[in-house]
């Protein structure tokens, strides 16, 4: 079982930056892919980024590709997601996920755990 925790959400105005955290708990976290999923107002969930257990690989959606950035400190049980260049459309929640894996996975439907979300807000 993980729980996961994340932070970092506020307002921000549009070209400013953010740096969400997600803290987990459980054991093994190395053995995770973790992922970031936002929801915005009437819309579906979608995946932002994702990283493998040992940070090589890190996958990302082409709307935020070159400006969000994901990493991790195993030591820590974290992952980071760092936004630079916010837009207005960049205004969600945003979701942290895990799942025992070795790649990042793209898909919602993978992750199994899943923290309470971060509100972020870009005011234009």
């Known amino acids: 079982q993980v729980q996961l925790v994340e932070s970092g959400g506020g307002l921000v105005q549009a070209g400013g930056s953010l740096r969400l955290s997600c803290a987990a708990s459980?054991?093994?976290?190395?053995?995770?892919?973790m992922g970031w999923f936002r929801q915005a107002p009437g819309k579906e969930r979608q995946f932002v980024a994702a990283?493998?257990?040992?940070?090589?690989?890190?996958g990302y959606a082409g709307s935020v590709k070159g400006r969000f950035t994901i990493s991790r400190d195993n030591a820590k049980n974290t992952v980071f997601l760092q936004m630079n260049s916010l837009k207005p459309e960049d205004t969600a929640v945003y979701y942290c996920?895990?799942?025992?894996?070795?790649?990042?996975?793209?898909?919602?439907?993978?992750?199994?755990?899943w923290g309470q979300g971060t509100q972020v807000n870009v005011s234009s």
């Open positions: 459980g054991r093994a976290f190395s053995m995770y892919t």
């Open positions: 990283i493998s257990g040992s940070g090589g690989n890190t």
């Open positions: 996920a895990a799942t025992l894996g070795s790649i990042p996975y793209t898909q919602a439907s993978v992750y199994p755990y």
